[in-house]
């Protein structure tokens, strides 16, 4: 057994893959504090998904970017507790259009549907997905967008817009506070005091949560305290923006294990 993390410390901030991420640190002996800082929620009204969701299965469009791998996972969900006759006509729909992806979990969203990423970005972030984009004509093509929770991505809009595509975007789930305001005031306090070896994100609104939680200053007083992780560029560049050094980061592989294994790499 791979005991690299034994007698360790790490807290960590996931929601959705909490139990499968808190096992594998726990296999390598690590003690693991449970601060899932955000929960995922359905849209509050499922009639503009329904509404997008129908317009897409009626086919006429050209490409779909996916920003989420829970995005597609929510738009699947949303057909069958509303209306599961739309199934197969937008699966149908999907496989016909050009699909690209930020990053790779909503690459294996489309694989366990049996379909496969066309244009994947090769830096999970929305310069990544503008960057694989720049290189081929938009001029009039149908774009589909999935957006990050409820956040309207201006810049990507954006530059779809100016390319000239026509573009109908989607927000299927929100991101709603986690934890009470006691359990993230206990985290900050064990943070402060050494009691944490490392504290692992692996989304931007994990991090935005603890944020607006407490006053900046005290926050990043806190994260200097101890080893900052996070899963893929996305998180490192939200961190950074707050002022906080990242100590670790998956090179290419931005999922759990490789986050497990950066962190028994920086602790060991």
């Known amino acids: 057994m791979n005991e690299a993390l034994a007698g360790r410390v790490i807290a960590v901030a996931e929601t959705r893959e909490l139990d499968?991420?808190?096992?594998?640190?726990?296999?390598?002996?690590?003690?693991?504090?449970?601060?899932?800082?955000?929960?995922?929620?359905?849209?509050?009204?499922?009639?503009?998904?329904?509404?997008?969701?129908?317009?897409?299965?009626?086919g006429g469009y050209d490409d779909m970017i996916f920003l989420t791998g829970e995005g597609l996972r929510r738009l699947l969900q949303c057909i069958e507790r509303h209306d599961e006759s739309l199934r197969a006509p937008f699966l149908a729909a999907?496989?016909?259009?050009?699909?690209?992806?930020?990053?790779?979990?909503?690459?294996?969203?489309?694989?366990?549907?049996?379909?496969?990423?066309?244009?994947?970005?090769?830096?999970?972030?929305?310069?990544?997905?503008?960057?694989?984009?720049?290189?081929?004509?938009?001029?009039?093509?149908?774009?589909?967008?999935?957006?990050?929770?409820?956040?309207?991505?201006?810049?990507?809009?954006?530059?779809?817009?100016?390319?000239?595509?026509?573009?109908?975007?989607?927000?299927?789930?929100?991101?709603?506070?986690?934890?009470?305001?006691?359990?993230v005031a206990e985290l900050l306090m064990r943070l402060q005091a050494g009691q944490i070896d490392a504290i692992a994100f692996t989304?931007?609104?994990?991090?935005?949560?603890?944020?607006?939680s407490a006053p900046a200053d005290t926050v990043r007083a806190a994260l200097a305290a101890t080893n900052v992780a996070a899963v893929g560029p996305l998180v490192a560049a939200t961190l950074a923006a707050h002022g906080v050094v990242v100590g670790t980061m998956p090179a290419s592989s931005w999922f759990m294990k490789p986050l497990t294994t950066a962190l028994s790499e920086l602790l060991a």
């Open 203 to 212: 989304s931007k609104a994990q991090v935005e949560r603890l944020f607006a």
């Open 20 to 58: 499968l991420f808190a096992a594998l640190l726990e296999r390598r002996g690590a003690r693991v504090l449970r601060y899932p800082l955000v929960q995922i929620i359905d849209a509050p009204d499922p009639r503009p998904i329904l509404e997008w969701l129908r317009d897409f299965a009626r």
């Open 94 to 183: 999907l496989a016909d259009v050009r699909k690209i992806t930020r990053g790779p979990k909503p690459a294996r969203a489309l694989r366990e549907l049996g379909l496969v990423s066309d244009l994947p970005a090769a830096v999970p972030t929305t310069a990544g997905v503008i960057e694989c984009l720049s290189g081929s004509s938009l001029l009039g093509r149908r774009i589909g967008l999935q957006l990050y929770g409820a956040e309207p991505n201006l810049v990507l809009m954006e530059f779809l817009q100016q390319a000239g595509a026509i573009v109908s975007s989607v927000a299927p789930y929100r991101y709603a506070d986690g934890p009470a305001a006691g359990a």
